[in-house]
T-cell receptor, first 113, second 114 residues
Framework: DTGVSQNPRHKITKRGQNVTFRCDPI?????LYWYRQTLGQGPEFLTY????????KSRLLSDRFSAERPKGSFSTLEIQRTEQGDSAMYLC???????????FGPGTRLLVL | GESVGLHLPTLSVQEGDNSIINCAYS??????FIWYKQESGKGPQFIID?????DKRQGQRVTVLLNKTVKHLSLQIAATQPGDSAVYFC?????????????FGQGTRLTINP
């Protein structure tokens, strides 16, 4: 399978715990995006990388959120001190630089108890 | 499986009929648009795209129409099949600051009746 992959697919955690999600983009894509989706809504942009550089962050990305893409391939999204409001589907997408079409992974469903 | 979009606008059509899903976008300067299909528990799946210099584009069983005057997109699905049941989102590609992100519309849940 050469599509975008995300792990884990589901995560249940207690409030206050830290969680980390991983995204592996399509191998030849140098842009990687993180989105968050809550029930009844479309995905909302969080941040994106071109290669290893994080070029834009949404105001939705509070100080408790951090994303990395250290070698320009896979990316991680960490949420520290999780809150119940962080419960959502976290989606990763990738694209070629200069081509707007973004291809999404299956998402990681987070539930904070 | 989980349900995406519990309170979305809904459209029910009979199997074999054509369906039309509508979307209003927000930024008159947007120049690229995508329709995505999202099944329960899955990520959005690319269906078809269109640039602002076009008003119509056809794919396999799908057609996208763009009306820039009223900032409106539509997705037409011909001869709907049970596998077409999903939530459909339109997305516009941001321009200016934040130009690399997709901005998604509300979404429409399409249900195909046998």
């Amino acid at each position: 399978d050469t599509g975008v992959s995300q792990n884990p697919r589901h995560k249940i955690t207690k409030r206050g715990q830290n969680v980390t999600f991983r995204c592996d983009p399509i191998s030849e894509h140098n842009r990687l995006y993180w989105y968050r989706q809550t029930l009844g809504q479309g995905p909302e942009f969080l941040t994106y990388f071109q290669n290893e550089a994080q070029l834009e962050k949404s105001r939705l990305l509070s100080d408790r959120f951090s994303a990395e893409r250290p070698k320009g391939s896979f990316s991680t999204l960490e949420i520290q001190r999780t809150e119940q409001g962080d419960s959502a589907m976290y989606l990763c997408a990738s694209s070629h630089a200069g081509i707007e079409t973004q291809y999404f992974g299956p998402g990681t469903r987070l539930l904070v108890l | 499986g989980e349900s995406v979009g519990l309170h979305l606008p809904t459209l029910s059509v009979q199997e074999g009929d054509n369906s039309i899903i509508n979307c209003a976008y927000s930024n008159s300067a947007s120049d690229y648009f995508i329709w995505y299909k999202q099944e329960s528990g899955k990520g959005p799946q690319f269906i078809i795209d269109i640039r602002s210099n076009m008003d119509k584009r056809q794919g396999q069983r799908v057609t996208v129409l763009l009306n820039k005057t009223v900032k409106h997109l539509s997705l037409q699905i011909a001869a709907t099949q049970p596998g077409d049941s999903a939530v459909y989102f339109c997305a516009e590609f941001g321009v200016g600051q934040g130009a690399q992100k997709l901005v998604f519309g509300q979404g429409t849940r399409l249900t195909i009746n046998p």
